[in-house]
């Protein structure tokens, strides 16, 4: 059965999400030397860095981990290759479109401002790569997580096989040894792991794609909840780790020795967790807006991860331009909620164009 607190939990992943998008933070919450309560950092500065390296790091991997948890139950209902088809068509061919939007709407920018070099520029700089998100990250670059979440479910199987034949010990310790692999094929990336110029999926949505398959396998139906964590003091620790973890990783990537960059890597990966665990804490919450009608469509959820890039590009040069201290702070926090109502424009006009399609369509089909 469809459960809408699963579906308000997806709106909420996306949304903080957006904030690690945001174009012109990035003054805010620059790395240093030196972590913010060493060096003197504004208090935006802490709410920026918790925004962008925390609750914005949870939502791909917990986001994948559900996709990968309903994937596995579709599989005993499909074959590999419907499952496949299926997957596809809900993220290649979106990830595709929404770039070449984003191209056009870049190329559209450069025609209105008269700007011929910048359309010369994005021209010259297209190819099939930055199309389809294969050799690096696509146009609408927050979309190469689309291509990832595909790469790892072309592998769904296998996983399966081995979890089911070897046992959970064997399982783990095989994903444990492949996110060590990918995050060592781009150690000296400001985010390790997450292999921006090859096809390897980034190593954290692969860990937590293997573990909802496990957790849809191992736990059941109810998977969801029995991870959910119930005690407020367990919550609170969580809570702590998650806001130390967040100040920090970024400090420590930015470092040249490879320990410090490796070290960087598992305590974002500790904040992911954490922040996942949190977020799950919420699906009790989520459920009961659901219950009294506040429940977000899943695809006003997804044209919101399509669309924030392409909202933030043409929002840069009024909220980002010239901007400084507090109205930057201001810029930097009400942005996600504009790209929210981009998103929800875009949605209800393609409800409209749909309402006013489908019975054309079928009125001259009859005729």
């Known amino acids: ?36 309560y060493l060096s003197a950092s504004p208090p935006i500065s802490y709410v920026g860095l918790v925004l962008v390296d925390g609750f914005a790091k949870i939502s791909a991997p917990l986001l994948g ?15 590999y290759p419907q ?29 209105i401002t008269s700007d011929l070099s910048y359309v010369r520029q994005k021209f010259s700089d297209l190819d099939i790569n930055s199309v389809v998100g294969l050799g690096r990250f696509p146009l609408n670059y927050p979309l190469h997580y689309l291509i990832d979440l595909f790469e790892c479910t072309l592998i769904l199987p296998i996983l399966a096989v081995v979890l089911k034949r070897f046992g959970i010990s064997i ?16 150690l000296n990336h400001n985010n390790p792991g997450m292999n921006i110029d090859n096809v390897l999926p980034r190593a954290d949505l ?9 957790a849809q396998r191992v736990l059941g139906s109810n998977a969801l909840d029995r991870i959910r964590i119930r005690r407020r003091g367990i919550l609170i620790a969580v809570g702590v780790v998650f806001l130390a973890g967040s100040l920090h990783s970024r400090w420590m990537v930015a470092m040249d020795s ?12 500790v904040v992911r967790i954490s922040g996942s665990l949190l977020a799950l804490a919420l699906l009790p ?31 840069q040069p009024l909220l980002g331009w010239k901007l400084a201290g507090a ?12 790209a929210v109502c981009v998103a929800f424009a875009v949605w209800k006009t393609e409800r409209h164009m749909k309402h006013y399609w489908v019975p054309l369509i079928q009125m001259r089909q009859t005729r």
């Open 1 to 36: 059965m469809r459960d809408p607190g699963i579906s308000n939990l997806r709106f909420f992943c996306v949304v903080v999400m957006t904030f690690a998008h945001v174009p012109f933070a990035v003054g805010l919450i620059a790395a240093g030397s030196l972590p913010l």
């Open 65 to 79: 981990f559900m996709a990968a948890y309903f994937a596995a139950a579709n599989l005993q209902n499909r074959t």
């Open 83 to 111: 499952l496949v088809a299926v997957r596809f068509k809900q993220l290649c061919i979106p990830a595709i479109m929404w770039s070449l939007i984003f191209f056009g709407v870049m190329i559209a920018v450069g025609y």
């Open 171 to 186: 399982f783990g310790g095989l994903v444990g040894t492949l996110v060590l692999i990918l995050v060592a094929t781009d």
């Open 206 to 214: 692969f860990l937590f794609f293997s573990a909802g398959l496990a």
């Open 258 to 269: 490879e320990i410090a960059i490796w070290s960087g890597f598992f305590v974002s990966l």
């Open 285 to 315: 919450t989520m459920r009961a807006l659901a219950r009294r009608g506040l429940t977000v469509d899943d695809k006003l959820t997804f044209r919101l991860l399509c669309t924030h890039a392409i909202a933030f590009y043409l929002l």
């Open 327 to 338: 109205d930057a702070a201001a810029a930097f926090l009400i942005a996600p909620f504009i």
